[in-house]
Nanobody, 123 residues
Framework: QVQLVESGGGLVQAGGSLRLSCVAS????????MGWFRQAPGKEREFVSA????????TYTDSVKGRFTISRDNAKNTLYLQMNSLKPEDTAVYSC????????????????WGQGTQVTVSS
């Protein structure tokens, strides 16, 4: 079992930046693949980014490539999402998720979820 708590969301103007954090407690953070997902009002939850256990491999959905960067600090049990050049369409609740190593490739494998943090981008 692992508990996940996100922070760092807020209101920002288009073109601005935010950095989200996800702190994990419980079992060993470094044994989990980690991901970020988002859900906008009236829409289904969508995958944003994922990172492998050692942080060497990262993947992104096309709409955020070149703007968002995922990273992790296993010593601090923390996952990050640096979001630059934000657009109004990035407005959503962002949640982090943890899963077994194969969750990096299979998004349905994520087991544990945080409550989410709201990101609002104004035009």
């Amino acid at each position: 079992q692992v508990q996940l708590v996100e922070s760092g969301g807020g209101l920002v103007q288009a073109g601005g930046s935010l950095r989200l954090s996800c702190v994990a407690s419980g079992r060993t953070f470094s044994s989990y693949a980690m991901g970020w997902f988002r859900q906008a009002p009236g829409k289904e939850r969508e995958f944003v980014s994922a990172i492998t256990l050692d942080g060497r491999s990262k993947t992104y959905t096309d709409s955020v490539k070149g703007r968002f960067t995922i990273s992790r600090d296993n010593a601090k049990n923390t996952l990050y999402l640096q979001m630059n050049s934000l657009k109004p369409e990035d407005t959503a609740v962002y949640s982090c998720a943890a899963g077994p190593p194969e969750a990096y490739y299979w998004k349905y494998k994520y087991l544990f979820w945080g409550q989410g943090t709201q990101v609002t981008v104004s035009s």
